[in-house]
């Protein structure tokens, strides 16, 4: 496999640890799913912050149920433990303020920029970079914790990935091209920063326009037609804003506009 190099543990322990006293970090070389991982942690009072990483999963979790191809040297393959001071926002505001840092962070480390396609894919073009999971169990407002589950592609050539996902997936070795290979350390530190920057703006009611709209400014698809999931409906339209606030806003083929709210709007499909 071309890209980097796994660097050894104790760098990433170090990112971790990194004038973050409080924080708890986990690294395995091969574990079945990190979000387990994490949720053991947090089942034993692991701190806000504390990270579960591995190299490799063996039974690597994507979004609906779906499988998350997580081999070993690949790529970032972490979860980290949330706990917010209650009452909690939205849900959806706080996997918003995710995928935000995580393109981010992405962004920063390795000049690669990702956008979001709603609510929460990172794509480069049409192929998908990086994608998190919301492990929020019984999401409990007064007692506020989740799991936030994050795979970032990174060393990936078009070969290493299975047929499935051949030109449909994208590391952020493959849009740098032939050039110097990104050290996950510095992608993981650049990450974890972000998302306590807006994590912390998501928690702070009086911050949230500044989220919504950096969020909307790097959405994915708009001015395009694609097709918008709510429940069991599909709406078909051109994409004309997104935020994580007021939702999903498409305009119809007849000339009128329909907004899915942001529980609601489960996902976006270019058509
Ligand atoms: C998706 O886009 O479908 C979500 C992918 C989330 C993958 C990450 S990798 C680390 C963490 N552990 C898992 O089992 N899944 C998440």
Request: proline fraction near 6%; aromatic fraction near 4%; glycine fraction near 10%.
């Amino acid at each position: 496999m071309s890209g980097p190099s796994f660097p050894e543990a104790e760098r990433f322990e170090a990112v971790v640890r990194d004038g973050r006293p409080a924080r708890r970090f986990n690294f395995r070389h091969e574990t079945s799913s990190t979000q387990d991982l994490a949720w053991t942690m947090a089942e034993r009072g692991a701190p806000d912050g504390s990270v579960a990483l591995a190299e490799r999963q063996t039974a690597g979790r994507g979004r609906r149920g779906r499988a998350w191809d997580s081999p070993a040297g690949a790529g970032l393959w972490f979860s980290r433990v949330v706990r917010m001071a209650p009452p909690a926002p939205e849900l959806g505001l706080v996997v918003a303020a995710t995928a935000l840092a995580v393109a981010e962070g992405v962004e920063r480390a390795s000049g690669v920029r990702a956008l979001l396609r709603w609510p929460n894919d990172l794509l480069v073009g049409e192929r998908k970079l990086a994608g998190l999971l919301a492990d929020a169990r019984d999401w409990d407002p007064r007692a506020p914790l989740l799991i936030l589950g994050i795979g970032i592609n990174l060393g990936q050539g078009e070969d290493d990935f299975p047929d499935d996902l051949r030109g449909v997936a994208t590391s952020v070795a493959m849009e740098r091209g032939g050039g110097k290979p990104v050290d996950p350390a510095a992608v993981l530190e650049a990450v974890l920063d972000a998302l306590d920057e807006r994590l912390a703006q998501a928690a702070d009611a009086s911050r949230h326009d500044a989220l919504d709209e950096a969020y909307g400014a790097r959405a994915a698809l708009l001015g395009r037609n694609v097709t918008a999931f709510e429940g069991d409906r599909e709406h078909e339209g051109v994409l004309e804003s997104v935020s994580p606030r007021e939702g999903v806003l498409l305009r119809k083929p007849d000339g009128t506009t329909v907004t899915l709210r942001p529980e609601l709007a489960r996902e976006l499909r270019g058509v």
